[in-house]
Every structure is written in C-alpha cells, then in structure tokens.
C-alpha cells in the first residue's frame, strides 16, 4: 500500500502554488521575503515555519544553509 502525503492547509496550499508559479516565471526558486510578499504572510520566520511542515510532509525540499534551494517534491501538486 502507498504512502499517502497529507493534505496541506489552505495556507500552505497556497505556500505550494507561490513556490510553482515563482519557478514557472523566473526559472529558479524563491527567497523567504519573496514567498512572504506573494503569500502575505506576517514574517520570514512564518514563511520558514510553514516550509518546515511542508518539507517534514514530503512536499517540499530546500537547505537551510544555501539559499534559493526551495523546490517542490515530485507529486506534491495540490489538489483543486
């Protein structure tokens, strides 16, 4: 039987679809001020908060020590 990734909140979904949107435009991935900006969250550290969950998820993938590393897991796309 398959692993089932969890299904992410409305505001990580929408954390997921400014990562796809940000590498579909400018072909390399985004910072953390830029993904705060396009989702309107409070801080960095929200935007570096929710990243975590989703990358414990499977859904994400980045290095805390290099920057622009963000990028989406295979088959991490949301559901409509």
Do not use: N
């Amino acid at each position: 039987m398959a692993i089932r990734k969890p299904c992410p909140t409305a505001t990580e979904a929408a954390l997921i679809d400014a990562i796809a949107s940000f590498w579909q435009r400018c072909g390399y991935a985004p910072t953390y001020r830029e993904l705060r900006d396009l989702t309107e969250s409070s801080s960095t550290s929200v935007v570096h908060y929710r990243l975590s969950r989703l990358r414990d998820a499977g859904l994400v993938e980045f290095d805390d020590a290099i920057g622009r590393t963000i990028r989406l897991s295979p088959g991490s796309e949301v559901p409509a």
